[in-house]
């Protein structure tokens, strides 16, 4: 088991900065593999960024290449995100999301989720 908890959302100007937080609990973390999703009112849920187990590995959307960072701390039990140059479109909820196995950007084949935090961008 594997029980998630986001911080560091919150409403932000274009181009300015934020970073994410997600704190995990549960014996399995430092192997599993860890994802950042985001869901905009109205709109499924997407996939942002994807970091392996030992952080060698990540992988992120199109839409947030260059601007967005994903990293681990095994040692900390924690996931992060740093996203950069933000934009309105960026607005959405965040999820963080772990599972066993191989990586995947598909929402279905995550496990456990955390309650996601609001990130708003204003123009």
């Known amino acids: 088991q594997v029980q998630l908890v986001e911080s560091g959302g919150g409403l932000v100007q274009a181009g300015g900065s934020l970073r994410l937080s997600c704190a995990a609990s549960?014996?399995?973390?430092?192997?599993?593999?860890m994802a950042w999703f985001r869901q905009a009112p109205g709109k499924e849920r997407e996939f942002v960024a994807r970091?392996?187990?030992?952080?060698?590995?990540?992988y992120y959307a199109d839409s947030v290449k260059g601007r967005f960072t994903i990293s681990r701390d095994n040692t900390k039990n924690t996931v992060y995100l740093q996203m950069n140059s933000l934009k309105p479109e960026d607005t959405a909820v965040y999820y963080c999301?772990?599972?066993?196995?191989?990586?995947?950007?598909?929402?279905?084949?995550?496990?456990?989720w955390g309650q996601g935090t609001q990130v708003t961008v204003s123009s």
């Open positions: 549960g014996r399995t973390f430092s192997s599993a593999y």
């Open positions: 999301a772990a599972k066993g196995g191989p990586g995947s950007s598909s929402f279905r084949e995550y496990d456990y």
């Open positions: 970091i392996s187990w030992s952080g060698r590995s990540t």
